[in-house]
């Protein structure tokens, strides 16, 4: 064999292991050991913590959501999520509705997840055809209506239109970008599992597939079963 065949087959060999390699790449719980901590069976020890990275107006991102959400409100109590906002730059308003987020959770911070999800329900009335003519004010203006009535009432209007120009809260949504940069995120969603990216990233992971990634991390025999194994 030439160096291309053998170069080739170790390629093919990679790609055949490719699930069991991604498979076993999440460890079972977050990895390091806890200065200070006196009980290792600590609550923190037994959650599996999911980051996702999204963009209010990305497609993929929305259709991630519900299946996501339904895996962690089914595993509740050994689940953590952390949503991060990732304004992709090739999507119209992605950072000014990033901050519509970061500016509900600042006025009220039990709305954060619900004006997340109307951005989702409603994309289609901040991209494409419909803002293209319109001016930077203009779309803003749509945005802090939209945000205000999601909060509940149009009472709302002014706290979210000074929001905007709040440096705290555009910081935090500089923050967020800059994290996602910082930990290597390029696509939306983007998600973590104890660390670690998922394989699938940048597409969206249906119900049954987050219980392949969840279920042998959560049940007692498989994080046993991994913490032991020496295959790792
Ligand atoms: C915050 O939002 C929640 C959920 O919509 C609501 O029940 C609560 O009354 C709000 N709190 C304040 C201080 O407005
Ligand atoms: C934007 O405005 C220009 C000039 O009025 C018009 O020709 C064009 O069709 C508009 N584009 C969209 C997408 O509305
Ligand atoms: C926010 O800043 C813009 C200019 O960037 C200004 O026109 C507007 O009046 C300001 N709004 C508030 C509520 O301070």
Redesign the pocket.
């Known amino acids: 064999m030439d160096t291309k065949s053998i170069f080739l087959g170790f390629v093919a060999l990679l790609w055949l292991l490719r699930p069991i390699v991604s498979q076993l790449s999440i460890p079972p719980v977050l990895d390091g050991f806890r200065y200070g901590e006196a009980s290792a069976a600590g609550k923190e020890e037994n959650e599996v913590l999911i980051e996702a990275f999204y963009d209010p107006v990305c497609p993929d991102s929305r259709d991630s959501w519900p299946p996501l959400k339904q895996a962690v409100e089914e595993f509740s109590s050994r689940v953590r999520l952390v949503v991060h906002t990732f304004p992709l730059p090739y999507h119209d308003n992605s950072f000014a509705t990033s901050k519509a987020l970061h500016i509900a959770n600042k006025i009220n911070s039990s709305t954060t997840f619900h004006v997340l999800e109307a951005f989702f329900h409603h994309q289609e009335l901040f991209y494409g055809k419909v803002t293209f003519n319109k001016s930077k004010a203009a779309v803003r203006e749509r945005i802090v209506d939209f945000t205000a009535k999601t909060l509940g009432s149009s009472s709302y209007r002014s706290a979210v ?2 929001g ?2 709040d440096t705290s809260i555009d910081n935090e949504n500089r923050y967020a970008f800059k994290y996602g940069c910082v930990r290597g995120v390029y696509a939306t969603p983007f998600f973590f599992v104890n660390g670690f990216p998922l394989a699938d990233t940048g597409s969206a992971l249906n119900y049954e597939g987050w219980r392949r990634v969840l279920d042998p991390l959560i049940s007692k025999e498989g994080r046993n079963r991994q913490r032991h194994a020496h295959s790792l």
């Open positions: 239109k000074s905007f120009n």
